[in-house]
């Protein structure tokens, strides 16, 4: 069975940083391309960043280019991302997921329960 594990989210004022991970079970990441999205209330989930399977290529939403950075660590399984300067609108549930490159679908039918990031002003 397949899980996926986000964490690192919390309470952060505007303007500072969090750095999530992204874990799994059941399916190895390494070989998949991977992003994050997010999703905030009322809003519909929206990718913001995304990295190929051996970290060559980088995908940024224009919302969190330059601010946020996606890393990824084959060896232990791992996908990260690096938000800094933190704004109130990057409030939202962050989610990650194995994605086809050209179109950004999840490849799993599978959602993690996410992590929360919450930026106050």
Not at 60 to 80: E, H, L, M
Request: glycine residues 10%.
């Amino acid at each position: 069975q397949v899980q996926l594990v986000e964490s690192g989210g919390g309470l952060v004022q505007a303007g500072g940083s969090l750095r999530l991970s992204c874990a799994a079970s059941g399916h190895t990441l390494s070989t998949d391309a991977m992003a994050w999205f997010r999703q905030a209330p009322g809003k519909e989930r929206e990718s913001v960043a995304a990295i190929t399977w051996n970290g060559g290529n980088t995908y940024y939403a224009d919302s969190v280019k330059g601010r946020f950075t996606i890393s990824r660590d084959n060896a232990k399984d791992a996908v990260y991302l690096q938000m800094n300067s933190l704004k109130p609108e990057d409030t939202a549930v962050y989610f990650c997921a194995p994605v086809y490159w050209a179109t950004m679908k999840n490849i799993l039918n599978y959602w993690g329960q996410g992590t929360q990031v919450t930026v106050s002003s």
